[in-house]
């Protein structure tokens, strides 16, 4: 168990729907990353937050957003979902100089 | 751009050692990483090498860097059917750990009995 958890485990919606995932980093962590892991595209690293603020952008679509709240969990927003966008989402979460990135269990979605 | 390779699949024997083998282009790296995944699960932080070493062992795992050539290698010793997984490589750029890790598809173990 890495300490950080991620709700809900599975998720199933329909195209042009939106959705919250959400995740809780480790005890005393500061940095929180968002990564979607496809058949196709592989493990992807979406955005990164530190202490509440943006801080790194990767591959991520204008349709998602994330934001990360006060007590430090974070949130990634899907919306308008395509089939494309069925994939598993990993939140990893480290302490300040980033070098160690701890996953949580991920969020499975399954767009129909 | 920045690119990690590694070959799909690996088969070894019980009580063998493996060797998952990747390449890397971000000469700039400063922190090169393995994971594991095992059936649905997450990433699991197995070992991780800073960029100015050649080797890191940690009980049966075993790493080796070689900076010139861009090529990493995990070796797991007595490998144990419980070492049957996806195993990951990944690097941090240049960057540090600001902008996220890149991955590789990741190598598949399979253990014969």
């Known amino acids: 168990d890495s300490g950080v958890t991620q709700t809900p485990k599975h998720l199933i919606t329909a195209t042009g729907q939106r959705v919250t995932l959400r995740c809780s980093p480790r005890s005393g962590d500061l940095s929180v990353y968002w990564y979607q892991q496809s058949l196709d595209q592989g493990l992807q690293f979406l955005i990164q937050?530190?202490?509440?603020?943006?801080?790194a952008k990767g591959n991520i679509l204008e349709r998602f957003s994330a934001q990360q709240f006060p007590d430090l969990h974070s949130e990634l927003n899907l919306s308008s979902l395509e089939l494309g966008d069925s994939a598993l989402y990993f939140c990893a979460s480290s302490t300040r100089d980033g070098y160690e990135q701890y996953f949580g269990p991920g969020t499975r979605l399954t767009v129909t | 751009g920045e690119d990690v390779e590694q070959s799909l699949f690996l088969s070894v024997r019980e009580g063998d050692s493996s060797v998952i083998n990747c390449t890397y282009t971000?000469?700039?790296?400063?922190?090169l990483y393995w994971y594991k995944q095992e059936p649905g699960a997450g990433l699991q932080l197995l070992t991780y090498i800073f960029s100015n070493m050649d080797m890191k062992q940690d009980q049966r795992l075993t790493v080796l860097l070689n900076k010139k050539d861009k090529h990493l290698s995990l070796r797991i010793a007595d490998t144990q059917t419980g070492d049957s997984a996806i195993y990951f490589c990944?690097?941090?750029?240049?960057?540090?750990?600001?902008?996220?890790?890149?991955f590789g598809k990741g190598t598949h173990l399979i253990i014969q009995p």
């Open positions: 990944a690097e941090n750029g240049s960057g540090g750990g600001a902008d996220g890790l890149t």
């Open positions: 971000d000469s700039s790296s400063t922190y």
């Open positions: 937050y530190y202490n509440g603020e943006e801080r």
